[in-house]
């Protein structure tokens, strides 16, 4: 937490995120393609799924990041709304976008697999429609965070929906659980133990990881874009 | 790979263009509005601008 509270100040940011982004993007390109290599080329076909299993490894990282991002965005908007953070506004607009991307891809490679496993590209099955809710959530988020003249009033509306919608996170988790779904139930988060053979499952978590750090970078790059933006407004304003 | 293959290539190519095209996105904003503030003179802290004149 002190960690935080020190990085609360903009101008502190933007000075530790210009240090952390070369290295930061070094390691993302780097273990992007040894997260390529395993998944395309290193791990074997599943026993039941064959070799459409690979889709899974930018699947299930997106939809992890998709749902932490939005829990992000609740956080910066409870730390907005009630701590007035200065830069949790700046951080939330930067994100979104980022979340929505991942939302999208969870969604278009998730339809993709269900094709020749299920023999069509969609259902209204609990957790698909909820995820699109989710990707909806951010649409709403990004729309309503620049829907009006006074930034700081988009930025609160943005910051109600985002703590709001956050209901829809445990929705997405259990939906496999409380309804009869199509879609698999969790198969790595579960109480018993990840049910995927090791030979899966690590380059899976490595893909995980690999799409976790392409988010802290692209986040980190477009919150420093933001509070550069937001001077800019301020020396147009005086 | 199988007969699948046109899904699997489908799926990392989607991954590939909406993420790719994210990360161009944010860089080519954040080289505009770098340059925006240079051209401004706002790029370098309050003091170092504050001594500069």
């Keep these: 937490m002190p960690g935080l509270h020190f990085l609360a100040n903009p101008a502190r940011f933007r000075r530790f995120s210009q240090r952390a982004l070369p290295g930061l993007a070094l390691a993302t390109v780097l273990a992007l393609l040894v997260g390529l290599y395993m998944a395309l080329i290193q791990s074997p076909p599943d026993y039941q799924q064959g070799e459409t299993v690979r889709i899974m490894f930018l699947h299930v990282p997106s939809a992890w990041l998709a749902m932490a991002g939005y829990a992000l965005l609740a956080a910066l908007g409870a730390a907005l709304l009630v701590w007035r953070h200065p830069l949790a506004a700046l951080m939330a607009r930067a994100a979104a976008p980022v979340g929505a991307c991942f939302a999208l891809v969870c969604l278009l490679t998730g339809s993709l697999w269900g094709r020749p496993m299920w023999g069509t590209y969609w259902v209204w099955d609990a957790r698909l429609t909820s995820m699109l809710l989710l990707f909806f959530l951010y649409l709403g988020h990004i729309a309503l965070s620049r829907a009006y003249d006074d930034p700081d009033r988009g930025d609160r509306a943005a910051a109600i929906l985002a703590l709001v919608g956050v209901i829809n996170l445990p929705i997405i988790k259990f939906s496999v659980d409380w309804w009869n779904t199509l879609h698999q139930p969790a198969s790595v988060a579960r109480l018993g133990g990840p049910a995927i053979h090791p030979t899966i499952l690590i380059p899976l978590l490595w893909m995980a990881g690999t ?28 | 790979m199988s007969d699948h293959a046109v899904f699997i290539l489908a799926a990392y190519l989607v991954g590939l263009v909406i993420l790719g095209g994210l990360t161009i996105a944010s860089l080519s904003a954040r080289l505009k509005v770098r340059r925006e503030l240079e051209a401004r003179g706002l790029d370098r802290p309050r003091e170092q601008r504050a001594r500069a004149t």
């Design chain 1, 211 to 238: 799409f976790l750090l392409l988010f802290i970078l692209l986040v980190l790059l477009r919150t420093e874009t933001e509070i550069d933006r937001r001077r800019l407004e301020i020396a147009e304003a005086a």
